[in-house]
């Protein structure tokens, strides 16, 4: 568990504080991160979540471009479990719609079997979303991409259905979809000429999920047509709340880990639950998104240390010793506190619309974590090495001193 410093800070009586740090993370590069970025990191006391909201806002408004439409505050906020099942992620681009629509009542009756074993499931569902004007721009290849991308990635099947100037269905399956269906189909989704619909069927995050994915892609496909979808002048800002506190692991679904970190305090009106169903509680975790793209998160965090106790050493399964420095100062007594930090590189990326974070940063990593102006990270001598008493071991190395059985020289100081 990572030292909490600033925490720390809170109760020692520091009202608040920022800085702009330079972080760094071990994980692959893309066009929307790098190993090295910089964030803009509050931390407040005496603060709730709306605070942290209110006081973010006001500090974008401050400091937007004047070159582009002003923003408008307060920003929208959604929960998680809207976002999943309204647009399959918990960072939406809001900018467009081809909401994800729950169809499950549809076909109730219906004759295809795979919707018929989806259904049957204890938490199983039909979900469709709507590709306006999608046969008028989408080609067959398109769609044969659209369904092997499901089938790859998610393992699901995907139904597509078209209607065409007619107004006449046509799909694999329309078939088996009988008049009724088809009636209250084109009632939920609004369905209109030429528009697709993409069907599918599974568990419900499993389904929202797929589908969030095919929203994203069949939007990429609609724009590469010639469609507008997603205006570049605009900022969709969004709040997204009411995170779960905690996951199943993957490699031990029966044990519990943090879906932000140990130290998000859970909702007030949940906390109950942490006794007897911890896998529902939820947490004052938001993340600030962006069109599409996730530009801050933080959390209000436990200032209770018999609370803190109770989820590190209970629930996480967390050595506690590791943050008795924590667990003491909060047993002094801590202001009810909390903070967020702001992605800096990757908000001026959107902003300027660039294509890459690597656009926004003086002597950025290449995709392989190098420095290309210094070519760092570079072998060094040994005796470059040698007024710091340190001594690197090289994979090489390491197997010919295995075999040699000489002690081991890994690196030291």
Same mark, same amino acid.
């Given at each position: 568990?990572?030292?909490?410093?600033?925490? @720390?800070?809170?109760?020692?009586?520091?009202?608040? /504080?920022?800085?702009?740090? *330079?972080?760094?993370?071990? $994980?692959?590069?893309?066009?929307?991160?790098?190993?090295?970025?910089?964030?803009?990191?509050?931390?407040?006391?005496?603060? $709730?979540?709306?605070?942290?909201?209110?006081?973010?806002?006001?500090?974008?408004?401050?400091?937007?471009?004047?070159?582009?439409?002003?923003?408008? #505050?307060?920003?929208?906020?959604?929960?998680?479990?809207?976002? @999943?099942?309204?647009?399959?992620?918990?960072?939406?681009?809001?900018?467009?719609?081809?909401?994800?629509?729950?169809?499950?009542?549809? &076909?109730?009756?219906?004759?295809?079997?795979? =919707?018929?074993?989806?259904?049957?499931?204890?938490?199983? #569902?039909?979900?469709?979303?709507?590709?306006?004007?999608?046969?008028?721009?989408?080609?067959?290849?398109?769609?044969?991409?659209?369904?092997?991308?499901?089938?790859?990635?998610?393992?699901?099947?995907?139904?597509?259905?078209?209607?065409?100037?007619?107004?006449?269905?046509? %799909?694999? &399956?329309?078939? &088996?979809?009988? $008049?009724?269906?088809?009636?209250?189909?084109?009632?939920?989704?609004?369905?209109?000429?030429?528009?697709?619909?993409?069907? #599918?069927?599974?568990?419900?995050?499993?389904? +929202?999920?797929? @589908?969030?994915?095919? *929203?994203?892609? +069949?939007?990429?496909?609609?724009?590469?047509?010639?469609?507008?979808?997603?205006?570049?002048?605009?900022?969709?800002? @969004?709040?997204?709340?009411? &995170?779960?506190?905690?996951?199943?692991?993957?490699?031990?679904?029966?044990?519990?880990?943090?879906?932000?970190?140990?130290?998000?305090?859970?909702? !007030?009106?949940?906390?109950?639950?942490?006794?007897?169903?911890?896998?529902?509680?939820?947490?004052?975790?938001?993340?600030?998104?962006?069109?599409?793209?996730?530009?801050?998160?933080?959390?209000?965090?436990?200032?209770?240390?018999?609370?803190?106790? /109770?989820?590190?050493?209970?629930? =996480?399964?967390?050595?506690?010793?590791?943050?008795?420095?924590?667990?003491?100062?909060?047993? /002094?007594?801590?202001?009810?506190?909390?903070?967020?930090?702001?992605?800096?590189?990757?908000?001026?990326?959107?902003? #300027?619309?660039?294509? %890459?974070?690597?656009?926004?940063?003086?002597?950025?990593?290449?995709?392989?974590?190098?420095?290309?102006?210094?070519?760092?990270?570079?072998?060094?001598?040994?005796?470059?090495?040698?007024?710091?008493?340190?001594?690197?071991?090289?994979?090489?190395? !390491?197997?010919?001193?295995?075999?040699?059985?000489?002690?081991?020289?890994?690196?030291?100081?």
């Amino acid at each position: 568990p990572r030292v909490r410093f600033k925490q @720390l800070l809170m109760v020692g009586g520091l009202d608040r /504080y920022f800085q702009v740090a *330079r972080c760094y993370r071990d $994980e692959g590069s893309r066009p929307d991160r790098q190993p090295e970025f910089t964030q803009i990191d509050i931390e407040m006391s005496f603060v $709730e979540q709306t605070g942290i909201q209110r006081l973010v806002e006001g500090l974008l408004q401050y400091s937007w471009p004047g070159d582009k439409d002003p923003l408008v #505050t307060p920003f929208p906020s959604m929960t998680f479990a809207e976002a @999943l099942a309204t647009y399959g992620t918990d960072k939406p681009d809001t900018r467009f719609g081809m909401k994800i629509v729950d169809v499950s009542d549809v &076909f109730r009756n219906t004759e295809l079997r795979f =919707l018929q074993d989806a259904l049957a499931k204890p938490q199983g #569902t039909v979900k469709a979303i709507r590709v306006h004007d999608g046969a008028k721009y989408l080609r067959k290849e398109d769609i044969e991409f659209i369904r092997k991308f499901a089938v790859h990635h998610f393992s699901q099947e995907v139904l597509p259905i078209f209607l065409n100037a007619k107004k006449n269905w046509s %799909s694999p &399956f329309a078939k &088996f979809i009988m $008049e009724e269906e088809r009636l209250e189909l084109a009632r939920s989704l609004e369905i209109q000429e030429e528009d697709i619909v993409l069907l #599918t069927a599974g568990e419900h995050e499993k389904a +929202c999920s797929l @589908l969030g994915k095919l *929203r994203l892609e +069949c939007a990429d496909l609609l724009e590469m047509r010639g469609a507008v979808l997603r205006d570049p002048a605009v900022f969709s800002f @969004l709040w997204v709340v009411d &995170f779960p506190l905690f996951l199943a692991k993957e490699e031990s679904p029966t044990e519990l880990e943090s879906a932000h970190h140990p130290f998000t305090a859970p909702n !007030s009106s949940d906390i109950h639950l942490l006794y007897t169903e911890p896998e529902k509680v939820r947490g004052q975790h938001y993340d600030l998104v962006l069109n599409g793209n996730e530009i801050g998160g933080g959390s209000v965090r436990i200032h209770d240390a018999q609370l803190q106790r /109770y989820i590190l050493e209970t629930l =996480l399964k967390e050595d506690v010793k590791l943050l008795s420095h924590l667990l003491q100062a909060l047993d /002094y007594g801590a202001p009810p506190h909390g903070g967020i930090a702001l992605g800096l590189d990757r908000l001026v990326c959107l902003v #300027t619309g660039a294509p %890459s974070i690597r656009d926004v940063i003086a002597f950025p990593k290449s995709y392989r974590g190098q420095d290309l102006m210094s070519n760092a990270p570079d072998s060094v001598s040994p005796e470059e090495l040698k007024p710091y008493h340190i001594h690197v071991l090289w994979p090489a190395d !390491s197997e010919e001193e295995s075999a040699s059985a000489t002690p081991s020289k890994h690196l030291s100081s």
